[in-house]
């Protein structure tokens, strides 16, 4: 059983590195507030000519405003929209991977699903990608490097991403696009070629752009939504959507819904998934190491360093995840062997706890194959390895303070105590 599990394990791990690495599945996110994550994006409101990669600063007060940090002030409209058009035809993806998965620099659970092209390693510009109802395209970026530790800063085609107001309180993104329709990309052109802040008005159905060779990013924000699982929104300053990230099951309507749930193999509710875990006092959810500006951190070039994920799973949420943006100087997902304890149990009173550090992967429980997420099943498990790759030791020392150090290649009962390079982490 041993030998076959880490079968499972060495495909799997291998496939979503190659994903994520080949940017199928990218963690590059756009950069704002001081951070720069590989996009350019003018800084003001409106098209503006010739522009150069500048910084866009978020306003401290109402810093994660999606009517300021993305339409600038000028959105218009309120209220609920009802998406009727997929991203891509049902014909063209092979699976939706909802929100919450944990890879590389995405240490902590990603605001945005995956839709995956049939055909995984296609040419570039394959499929179509459309908008799935009426809106304005507000800020467009491009990015031509890899970010991650896997491949940092590699060179690479450019790709594109779009924040999109459909009304001043729903907002969706698309990102991974590998070019833009014509229309759409006169507008960036106009704007310098770099990056794009301002008003382009979009029909559902009408194409956006193409894809191909990776998978499609897409989420949905509601400005009127603050997810209640991050216990200091202002952490999360450097990407302010992400407080906003709403189940985009709720905004879909028939056919396009039932396509998308039938493509999910994620059957826990919410199917949507999540990504906000924090409970006042217990060690459960995202910590940011003390002193680094939460989620943007202190250096450009590898922000997750200083990020701790203590989670569930996306898919198979009985399953605990410990994440880490240095252990042995790269961004690391680990299951924890025997699956306890519960982070959600771990306060001040539980004192130190050794967390052994393993390789997860899934199985098809009905079949007890291993399950590479190449295509759709209904009962996906996640699987613990037996080799412990490190140990985790971590206390709760107050309420929004966490001490925590990595020892990588040691088993828990190597581990006495804390050394001098742990770090105290807070919300």
Same mark, same amino acid.
């Given at each position: ?12 791990? +291998? ?139 590699? *060179? ?7 924040? *999109? ?42 194409? *956006? ?104 799973? +996306? ?52 079949? @007890? ?39 990588? @290649? ?18």
């Amino acid at each position: 059983m041993k030998h076959f599990l880490w079968g499972v394990f060495a495909i799997v791990i +291998f496939a979503i590195v190659f994903i994520i690495n080949g940017q199928k599945i990218g963690p590059a996110e756009i950069g704002p507030a001081g951070r720069d994550d590989g996009f350019a994006i003018p800084n003001g409101a409106g098209e503006r000519e010739n522009a150069k990669k500048e910084t866009y600063v978020i306003p401290e007060e109402g810093g994660d405003n999606l009517n300021i940090v993305w339409s600038g002030g000028k959105c218009e409209g309120s209220g609920l929209v009802e998406f009727g058009t997929l991203p891509m035809k049902a014909e063209d993806f092979s699976m939706y991977l909802p929100y919450g998965m944990l890879a590389d620099a995405h240490v902590t659970p990603i605001d945005h699903g995956y839709f995956s092209p049939m055909i995984p390693d296609s040419l570039r510009d394959t499929y179509e990608v459309r908008a799935i109802a009426d809106g304005t395209i507000v800020r467009i970026g491009t990015r031509n490097k890899v970010v991650g530790d896997q491949n940092h800063n590699q *060179i690479r085609p450019v790709e594109y991403r779009l924040d *999109i107001e459909h009304t001043c309180t729903v907002y969706s993104y698309f990102d991974l696009v590998t070019s833009l329709a014509p229309g759409i990309q006169a507008h960036l052109d106009k704007a310098g070629g770099t990056g794009f802040f301002g008003r382009i008005p979009i029909k559902e159905g009408q194409l *956006i752009g193409r894809i191909g060779g990776q998978t499609l990013d897409f989420g949905v924000y509601n400005n009127d939504v603050r997810l209640s699982g991050f216990v200091n929104p202002k952490s999360y300053y450097g990407e302010p959507w992400k407080i906003h990230t709403d189940d985009l099951y709720k905004y879909f309507k028939e056919p396009a819904k039932s396509i998308l749930l039938a493509k999910n193999p994620r059957q826990a509710e919410p199917r949507g998934g999540r990504i906000d875990y924090d409970i006042p006092g217990k060690a459960i959810g995202n910590w940011f190491v003390e002193g680094t500006n939460g989620y943007k951190g202190v250096s450009q070039d590898r922000y997750w360093d200083g990020h701790l994920a203590l989670v569930y799973d +996306f898919l198979d949420p009985t399953l605990i995840q410990f994440s880490i943006g240095n252990f042995g100087g790269k961004a690391k997902q680990f299951g924890v062997k025997n699956n306890i304890p519960d982070p959600a149990t771990v306060d001040t009173s539980t004192g130190l706890v050794r967390y052994e550090l393993v390789q997860s992967s899934y199985m098809d429980k009905q079949t @007890g194959q291993g399950w590479r997420m190449m295509n759709v099943v209904d009962d996906v498990v996640g699987v613990n390895t037996e080799f412990v790759e490190g140990t985790a030791l971590i206390q709760m020392i107050e309420d929004g303070r966490l001490k925590a150090e990595v020892f990588p @290649g040691k088993k828990a009962a190597q581990v006495s105590g804390f050394t001098e390079k742990a770090r105290v982490f807070e919300r």
